[in-house]
């Protein structure tokens, strides 16, 4: 969990989350989610049929990497939120880092929430995500 | 069990941790999650999307009864023709992409739950883009409860129907 006493507004918290992403971990998400739209997974129907240029990432699992760099920087059962908006598609591949920024620090119902953006970024500095979050902090 | 009733298990959690690459020992090790301040193995904060899963009827899965699926086969659609519409035969349903998504944690989803989904639409509303045409957006609310009836996960999902491919 955040530590009050350590952190301030305007602090931020990076991670590379996935480099070259691979269609294989593509197909190992749509496997665990359970979205098997071929968009994903199916080169010759997106290419063919829907005309990508190839298949591409399913938008939750760009927020399943995001949130990996959030948890990993509030701690373990520590968010009360967490919401993100798919800004552009993310692809085989690309490479993304994840930035979370400490935007206030407040008192609750007896308790420290911190409110975060949140953004992540391809290897050509395009944003794939944009968001925010509130954790808990003692 | 209500028909979409998401039981909770170790190895789907640890199964949806490596698929975002995530090797927190939160989701899989029972001795390092035990003697945590978390008291056991819990789920990501997005694993209540794999509640896809559970959903008998989930369009987005090749069904087992042989009713066709959109994706490719011998040809580059597997959708049964019915007349045509813009972006070929079957491209309709894949051109619902996801715009945002947004949950609510009230606790830690944990091996054991057995959460039951209840989803209710909420706003929608259209936008014109350059990159994709017309934009219809609709948005679902769902609650997961628990098996006591308490809430654990708020998930609000929002869609987008384009006209054409994102241009990118």
Redesign the interface.
Known sequence: MLDKTKINVGDTHSEVVVEDLKRTQIVQYAGASGDYNPLHSDEIFTTKVVGYPSVFAHGMLSMGLTGKMLTNYVGDASLKKFGVRFTNQVWPGDTLTSTATVMSIREEDGETLVDLNIETTNQDDITVITGSAVALAK | MSKKDMPIEKS?IM??A?????P?P?YYDDDHAND???GSI?A???FT??????DPD?F???KIDGKGW???GKE??GAKKEGSSS?????GA??G?????????HR?VRPGDILTPETKPGKTWEKDSKRAGKLKFSESVTEFRDQNGELVVTA?GVGVQTE???E?
């Open positions: 789907h199964m949806f490596r698929s975002i690459g995530d927190n939160i945590s301040e978390v819990i990501p904060p997005t999307q794999a509640s896809a899963q559970f989930y987005l899965r090749p959109f994706g490719s580059p659609t972006g070929g035969d079957g491209g894949a051109m992409l996801h715009a945002e998504q947004h949950f609510e944690y830690p609000i054409k491919p994102v990118n």
